[in-house]
């Protein structure tokens, strides 16, 4: 019963690879969808050769199409895995800084800390904004009346201010 699973197990595992004649078929096929502009297609059919073989010349097409696709990040992994096994590769190491420097970072930026900028963000407030605003300034108001030193009657003063009186 093993060997019988075993065998099952080897001969599943044949039948699922790709012959190098086959290989070089697919790449042939996808340098001519390449060539056509079809960089979707172009990247299935080096992805099905990638699956069971790897070389620096195939991680570098690879990366081509995902560049071609703007997917940068993943034309970057194929460049640099490229670059690995062939590091005297020129054109791959152009391709990889091309792709790095086309990366852009998106950074937002902090909003401003000057007084326009500050006195742009006030004048957008909605109306309880205002309010709350001008509530908190009046309690430092009458806490600033209340609490000057030498003065005992501030705490009328300041309610008195606040109501309206004189």
């Keep these: 019963m093993r060997s019988f699973a075993l065998l099952l197990v080897v001969f599943t595992v044949k039948a699922l690879a790709l012959a190098p004649a086959e290989a070089d078929t697919l790449v042939d096929r996808a340098h001519r969808a390449y060539a056509a502009g079809d ?3 172009a990247l299935q059919l080096y992805d099905s050769v990638a699956s069971h073989y790897t070389s620096a010349g195939l991680e570098y097409d690879l990366g081509n199409c995902h560049f071609q696709l ?3 990040g993943r034309a970057i992994l194929h460049y640099e895995r490229a ?3 062939d590091p005297s590769a020129e054109d ?3 391709n ?3 792709a790095r420097s086309s990366m852009v970072d998106r950074v937002e930026d902090l909003p401003g800390m000057d007084l326009a900028s500050i ?3 006030i004048g957008g407030m909605d109306v309880w904004a205002w309010r709350s605003l001008a509530c ?3 309690f430092f108001l009458l806490l600033a009346v209340a609490l000057t ?3 005992e009657r501030n705490w009328g003063r300041a309610w008195g201010i606040a109501a309206g009186g004189v």
């Design 39 to 41: 960089f979707t297609g």
């Design 70 to 72: 703007n997917d940068l």
């Design 83 to 85: 670059l690995r096994l």
């Design 92 to 94: 791959i190491r152009g």
């Design 96 to 98: 990889l800084q091309l």
């Design 119 to 121: 006195w742009e963000r």
């Design 136 to 138: 908190v300034l009046l």
């Design 149 to 151: 030193p030498g003065r």
